[in-house]
């Protein structure tokens, strides 16, 4: 069973993440080099498949999470 992770422990993983690569577009195959896939975390954030209150959406927002990821065409 996968673990579910709080959203205090996701929203630090986010902004460490952000601090070494300069934005949260977090591809889905990210893993932290503890081996956490927040890759996938972020993917079911964006297709609300884990909920979030208002307040997390807020706190999401303050630092600059993609939402909609554009998929580049060939």
Not at 28 to 34: A, D, E, L, Q
Not at 46 to 55: M, N, Q, V, Y
Request: with cysteine; net charge positive.
């Amino acid at each position: 069973m996968a673990r579910r992770f709080k959203f205090d422990e996701v929203l630090r993983l986010l902004v460490e993440y952000k601090e070494e690569n300069g934005h949260c577009n977090v591809p889905k195959s990210h893993k932290t080099v503890s081996g956490i896939a927040l890759g996938w975390i972020v993917s079911n954030i964006r297709r609300g498949k884990r909920s979030t209150t208002l307040e997390e959406k807020a706190q999401l927002d303050a630092i600059a999470f993609v939402w909609k990821v554009r998929i580049k065409k060939k």
